[in-house]
């Protein structure tokens, strides 16, 4: 299969508090902007990056509804789990609320894990390493951790 994520395309409700959201929490770097009235946006990507791996669309009414089809999360990848720890205390200190208590693995007995929040707007996020959490508990026994959030 040759087809890969190009990027993720967020509906948000108030652009400059995403924009604050991704950028200054999480690290995206700005790539572009448009701030027509009624069609605002932001290429969201990677430093140096002409690419954009999330971008933000100022037209939803309501936050994010886990209950209708459509987008279930968003994960995101780090380098280890102490850049995971990272990023939850960064996220802690902007008030972020958490699905659960620290790093937790993705099912017991899984190496693979992370942390699991929500966006502004209540979209579910994740930010996860393949191996690292060997020692982190598993919220749910017979479930993927990412599933019900």
């Not at 017991?108 to 060997?134: K, W």
Request: hydrophobic share 40%; glycine share 14%; net charge negative.
């Amino acid at each position: 299969m040759t087809l890969r994520t190009g990027h993720t395309g967020l509906n948000v409700t108030d652009l400059d508090r995403s924009l604050a959201f991704y950028r200054d929490v999480l690290g995206f770097a700005l790539l572009a902007e448009g701030k027509e009235d009624g069609r605002r946006y932001a290429f969201l990507g990677e430093g140096g990056a002409d690419a954009p791996l999330v971008t933000l669309w100022q037209q939803a009414g309501e936050p994010y509804d886990g209950g209708r089809a459509g987008l279930h999360h968003l994960a995101f990848t780090a380098d280890s789990v102490d850049r995971v720890r990272a990023y939850e205390a960064a996220l802690r200190a902007a008030g972020v609320e958490f699905a659960h208590e620290g790093v937790v693995a993705h099912r017991e007995g899984s190496a693979s894990g992370g942390i699991f929040f929500h966006d502004p707007d209540g979209t579910r996020l994740e930010i996860s390493v393949p191996h690292g959490a060997e020692n982190a508990p598993a919220p749910h026994a017979s479930t993927p951790t990412c599933g019900f959030f």
